[in-house]
């Protein structure tokens, strides 16, 4: 497992989703709907080895990142 690597991956998700949540109020606005209603995404991170996986759980759940717990995250077989 890559500690710094699993650091910098949490980090940039919890960047990106902030991004994508304030374009969908952004859009929502725009065109006079709930957020709710606006498309939803899924994100899917591939990592090469189950530790690396267990790594960047632990610091969502560390870091309270609750956004983020939807995010998936699995090994290459899984996926």
């Known amino acids: 497992m890559n500690y710094y690597e699993a ?3 949490v980090a940039l998700l919890d960047y990106i989703l902030t991004i994508v949540e304030l374009k969908k109020m952004e859009k929502a606005k725009l ?3 709930d957020v709710s209603e606006i498309e939803d995404y899924s994100i899917g991170v591939i990592v090469p080895y ?4 267990n790594l ?3 610091f969502i759940t560390e870091e309270k ?3 983020l ?3 998936q995250i699995s ?3 899984a996926f």
């Open 50 to 53: 189950k530790a690396q996986e």
């Open 31 to 33: 065109e006079g709907v």
């Open 75 to 77: 090994t290459v077989d």
């Open 7 to 9: 650091k910098f991956i």
């Open 56 to 58: 960047m759980h632990k």
């Open 69 to 71: 717990k939807g995010v």
């Open 65 to 67: 990142l609750d956004s």
